[in-house]
Structures are given as structure tokens and as C-alpha cells.
């Protein structure tokens, strides 16, 4: 969610934050303690609404630097992110080879592609260079898509197969990468190809 951005979701994911900015920072740090407990030990969709609002009140909390007053006390099973010192919370996204794993709290980088375990990386390097050129045929140029001959049913057959990588970073990479970090969350939908997380089956 972008804090600048005009759209119609954005302004109503701006309007969901608001509940956040309400809460003093005492307040704030407990919930989010309290909800990281609840998400511990599983893997959880980025559109599941407790992720959502987890991210929400993450986002308020990283403006208000909350967790570097120590007001609060992370679960002991949630290591310290690098880019931002809050509790390590990472997302599995379609860019994961060039941006890591994604921070829920600053959206900056929680975990280099480099330092993700070694044992994992083989699985989401395949996985994501899979998914690049599906993901691509939403941005084809006119050159491109007039040599594909029917653009829409090019279109169409890369969303279906977004679709099924989407579920596989649900079902193998997103639990394979539970085996070192206290909670995983992953990506279940893909704008550019129309992909919505109730298409993704698990």
C-alpha cells in the first residue's frame, strides 16, 4: 500500500490504518506482540485480514520507531530484522531473487536473497525465474503481443498458470522456509494478470 497514492484501494487501506494511529505507542506495541504470537509457527496469506491489519499497525508502529523503545516484547522466537529492528516478519514475493524477503514493518528488504538458508534458495530461485516470464506477458509491447496472435488467450493462460505457482509458494516455499523463521508470509495474487488471492487454491 502506497501512503501517496490516489487509488481508490490505497485510500481505503489508508482509511482501515486510521484505528492504528489512535493507539499510543504503549498500546500499539502490545497488539502488535499479541498478534505476532498468534501468527507464530504457521504460514499465512498476504491477504488474510490479520496479515493485513498486522501490516497496517506494523507500518504506523516503524513510523513511530515503537519497537526501539522497548515498550513491548516481541515473542523470543522472532530474531531482530536488519533493515529496520523490528521483529523479523518475512514475505515471499515474484521478486524475491531481487529484493529478498520482504519486511512487513518498513517494506524494505528483512532477508537478502544471499542470506536466505542455502537449502531453500534453489527452491525459490526456480520457482521465481518460472514465474518472470509468466508475469511478463501482462507487460508485453505491441510488437510482442501482435506476435503472440491471440494476445487475451496468451493472457489468459498466463494467469491460469500465475495461479498455480502462486499455490506452490503457499505450499512448498512458503513451509519450507517455516523451518527458519518463527512465521512466513507469501504473495496469493498478481494484479497486473487479474490474479485475486480467492483464485489461488490451497
Known amino acids: ?14 482509511e482501515y490504518g486510521e484505528v492504528f ?5 504503549l498500546t500499539l506495541a502490545r497488539w502488535l506482540a499479541q498478534t505476532l504470537g498468534q501468527l507464530q509457527g504457521r504460514v499465512w496469506r ?5 496479515v493485513g491489519a498486522l501490516r497496517l499497525a506494523a507500518q504506523v508502529a516503524h513510523d513511530r520507531q515503537v ?11 522472532y530474531p531482530e530484522s536488519a533493515c529496520c529492528r523490528a521483529p523479523l516478519l518475512p514475505l515471499i514475493t515474484r521478486d524475491v531473487l531481487q529484493q529478498g524477503l520482504v519486511c512487513q514493518h518498513c517494506n524494505g528488504t ?9 537449502d531453500v534458495q534453489p527452491l525459490l530461485r526456480n520457482w521465481a525465474e518460472t514465474y518472470a516470464p509468466i508475469h511478463a506477458v501482462a507487460h508485453w509491447d505491441d510488437r ?4 503472440a496472435g491471440n494476445y487475451d488467450r496468451a493472457l489468459e493462460d498466463a494467469a491460469t498458470e500465475a495461479e498455480r505457482l502462486l499455490a506452490a509458494a503457499g505450499n512448498k516455499l512458503a513451509p519450507a522456509l517455516l523451518e527458519f ?3 512466513v508470509i507469501w504473495e496469493d495474487q498478481d494484479e497486473c494478470l487479474d490474479v ?3 483464485d489461488i487454491p490451497v
Open 1 to 14: 500500500m502506497s501512503k501517496h497514492s490516489d487509488a481508490p484501494l490505497d485510500k481505503l487501506w489508508r
Open 21 to 25: 494511529e489512535t493507539f499510543d505507542d
Open 46 to 50: 498476504s491477504s488474510h485480514p490479520l
Open 67 to 77: 519497537w526501539h523503545k522497548r515498550l513491548a516484547t516481541a515473542p523470543r522466537d
Open 110 to 118: 528483512c532477508v537478502s536473497f544471499e542470506d536466505v538458508p542455502v
Open 144 to 147: 510482442q503481443q501482435k506476435r
Open 181 to 183: 523463521y518463527p512465521a
Open 196 to 198: 485475486r488471492p480467492e
